[in-house]
Every structure is written in C-alpha cells, then in structure tokens.
C-alpha cells in the first residue's frame, strides 16, 4: 500500500500524535551506541532532490540506513534531468527500480503532488517551491513537545520572511491542527497574500511578537530576493525584526528559540542569541533524523 506525504493539511491530528510518539522511539534508538534497526530491512529509499539540501536530504538517508533500508540519493546535477529528463519520466525511472519511498524536493510548488500520481512508491514531499516543507514542521513540533510536554496551548512566534517560506507554511497548519496558537511578525512585503484567513495571528511590532511567547520561530531572511528590494537592508531589518537576547528578555520564561536552518547569521537572528542554551537548532536536527524515521516506517508500512 502507498502512503504520501505532502502536506500537512493531508494529516490529522492522530496521525501526527502517532509519528510524533514514535519518534522518541526512534530518537531513544539512535542515542545508543548501536544505531542499527532492521525495521525497514529489504526496502529502498531514494532522495531525488532538484534544490540543495543538507539537512533534509541527509537526514532522510542516514534515517533510513538507521533502519537498515537500502538508501540512494539522487541531485540533478549527477542525473539524467541534465540531459532533459522530465519530472515524471525521472520518477517512473525510480519506481520502475522497485523504490518503495522517494523523498523529492523541488523548486516547484505541487511538484511531489504530481509525481504521487504516477509512482507505486510512497512519496514523500522535502520541501516544495513556497508550498510546504511539512517533514520541517513535523521536526518543529517533535521539538517543542519534547521541550515542553505538549503543543497544545504553547504560544509560537514566526519571524521574518514568512512569504516565501514553506516552513511557516507547514508550521502555521501543523501547530494549529495540534492546539497551539500561532503569530506571525514579518515585514509586510514578506506577509502572504491571505495571511489573515490562516489559523495565525499577525503581530504589528516587537513586543507583540515576543511578549508571552514559548517558542520563537527565526526564519531564514532569503537574501537571493532582496535584489526585489522587500526590505530596505539586512541592517534594517535586524534592527526591527531582528531576534535579539533583548527581544527574548520579553518572552515567557524557559523560551526556546527555533531557526530550520540555515541561518544568516547577525541579520535575522543574533549570533549570541543563536549560540546560546536556549537555541534549540541543533536538537532541532537530531529530532530531524528521529522523526524522518518514524515517517519511513508509516509510509513503508503494509508495502
Ligand atoms: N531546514 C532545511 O530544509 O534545511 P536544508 O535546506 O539544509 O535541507
């Protein structure tokens, strides 16, 4: 049987309770010294990404050798898409080798939905266009109920460039579904269209922002785009929506500080403030491999 996932409004709230508990199995697993499980022995994985990665494709294929599944990874500049292959004629070529998961990233939003359509493999959506990237999400939320015992009534801020960003996207759907309230702080040329139809609330400053917050979410400023002037200069937006240690002073107490990586470091968030405790991006990694795990064994399951 195939099992997609592309989207975070595709789950429910007991699928991703389900995923979310069994990745502390699977983080407890590959805490010991002896990281090899043999749950998804005699299946094969492979990660076609058409957009750099590190985190999300390495983590997919250290999560699925983790669980003893046979692992290939594929980019487009070693690949036959240099030759013209098209999207679909790829993807066939994939299933047609017996894949039972392809994790694909694409720069073009609906890309993983398409090719679901024309594989038996499970498909599983790393990140697509300014769509969803809804494995970031399910990280995201593993590590604030690690942190915290539960999502349900955590207040979230989002900063920064939220417009372009898949991750908000997938976190805004994810975190509400599950019972946190979420906001978004974000320039308004970097506010989606119909930001106000989503289960967020939008912050007009700072303190709105930070003020009783849990969790702040740091968002990559995407500085290939400010040739289209949304923002006068990364001095400027620092200087207003910058993630400072003053800012944080102003959340609840125990706070956690979020980035998905990677960040640019001194204009969307601090240095010191990225350094410290309280930031959690490199637990947010680990819980990356955990809950990719969990998500190969739901979408491998009954193949
Ligand atoms: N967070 C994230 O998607 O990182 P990569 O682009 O390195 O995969």
Same mark, same amino acid.
């Given at each position: 049987?195939?099992?997609d996932f592309l ?5 429910? /709230? ?29 299946k094969s994985i492979v990660t076609l990404f058409y957009e750099?990665s590190?985190r999300t494709r390495c983590s997919f294929e250290l999560a699925g050798?983790?669980?003893?599944a046979?692992c290939v990874g594929i980019t ?12 679909? %004629?790829?993807a066939?070529?994939l299933?047609?080798?017996?894949a039972d998961a392809i994790v694909i990233r694409h720069? /073009?939003?609906?890309a993983p939905?398409?090719i679901a359509? !024309?594989v038996?493999a499970s498909v599983i959506n790393g990140g697509d266009? $300014?769509? #969803?990237h809804p494995t970031q999400?399910?990280?995201? &939320?593993?590590? $604030? ?16 460039? /939220? ?14 579904? +599950? ?7 974000? @320039?308004?040329?970097?506010?989606? !269209? ?6 967020? #609330? /939008? ?10 917050? %849990?969790?702040? +979410? ?29 800012? &944080? ?8 500080? &979020?980035? @998905? ?15 410290? @405790? ?10 990356g491999? #955990?809950t990719r795990m969990?998500l190969l064994?739901w979408a491998t399951?009954?193949?």
């Amino acid at each position: 049987m195939k099992r997609d996932f592309l989207t975070m409004e595709q789950v429910d /709230v007991a699928d991703i309770t389900q995923l979310l508990k069994r990745a502390e199995f699977m983080e407890s697993s590959i805490s010991g010294q002896d990281k090899s499980l043999d749950i998804l022995k005699g299946k094969s994985i492979v990660t076609l990404f058409y957009e750099n990665s590190t985190r999300t494709r390495c983590s997919f294929e250290l999560a699925g050798k983790y669980l003893g599944a046979q692992c290939v990874g594929i980019t487009t500049s070693g690949s036959s898409v240099k030759k013209g292959e098209s999207l679909i %004629d790829t993807a066939i070529t994939l299933d047609s080798m017996k894949a039972d998961a392809i994790v694909i990233r694409h720069s /073009v939003a609906g890309a993983p939905a398409l090719i679901a359509k !024309h594989v038996k493999a499970s498909v599983i959506n790393g990140g697509d266009g $300014m769509h #969803a990237h809804p494995t970031q999400a399910l990280l995201d &939320m593993y590590t $604030m109920q690690k942190t915290f015992g539960t999502l349900k009534g955590l207040e979230v801020a989002i900063i920064g460039d /939220v417009k372009h960003s898949r991750v908000a996207q997938s976190n805004i759907v994810g975190l509400s579904k +599950m019972g946190a309230k979420v906001k978004i702080f974000a @320039p308004a040329t970097l506010r989606p !269209h119909g930001i106000e139809n989503q289960p967020c #609330a /939008v912050c007009r400053n700072a303190e709105e922002a930070f003020r009783g917050s %849990d969790v702040i +979410m740091g968002l990559r400023i995407q500085l290939e785009r400010q040739q289209k002037g949304l923002f006068p200069s990364a001095e400027e937006y620092n200087r207003f929506y910058g993630i400072t240690a003053e800012r &944080m002073a102003m959340c609840n107490k125990g706070a956690i500080v &979020m980035h @998905p990586g990677p960040a640019n470091r001194g204009i969307e968030i601090d240095c010191d403030v990225l350094d410290s @405790p309280m930031c959690l991006k490199d637990y947010q990694v680990t819980s990356g491999v #955990a809950t990719r795990m969990a998500l190969l064994e739901w979408a491998t399951a009954g193949r």
